[in-house]
């Protein structure tokens, strides 16, 4: 699951952002797609975030590589960067509401 957790975390984030944009003229269901998405991908990068500090080794992958020119990009979760997954992550939890006035 590591190994695939931030790269499907990615296309949670971008799906939920063309699902966003798509759901513009209802609003209630652009907030709920958005909340709904933010939490799904936030839970998935908590977890790899978890199992980097749990196994004390980073979390290595590819995100593209372009063989002809040989272009390749990555990414690395160390424990430390893992650490700061978790204490910097969305409050998703919470859930607010802001009354107007």
Same mark, same amino acid.
């Given at each position: 699951?590591? *190994?695939?957790?931030?790269?499907?975390?990615?296309? =949670?984030?971008?799906?939920?952002?063309?699902? !966003?944009?798509?759901?513009?003229?209802?609003?209630? *269901?652009?907030?709920? !797609?958005?909340?709904?998405?933010? =939490?799904?991908?936030? =839970?998935? !990068? =908590? !977890?790899v975030a978890v199992q980097a500090i749990a196994s004390a080794r980073s979390v290595d992958g590819v995100l593209v590589r372009h063989a002809a020119s040989g272009i390749v990009l990555g990414y690395s979760v160390t424990p430390l960067s893992a650490w700061f997954l978790i204490v910097l992550r969305e409050p998703s939890t919470r859930r607010r509401r802001f009354r107007s006035r």
């Open positions: 699951m590591a *190994a695939i957790g931030l790269p499907a975390a990615l296309v =949670v984030r971008l799906a939920t952002i063309a699902a !966003t944009f798509a759901l513009t003229r209802r609003t209630d *269901a652009c907030r709920r !797609t958005a909340l709904g998405g933010s =939490v799904i991908a936030s =839970v998935m !990068t =908590v !977890t």
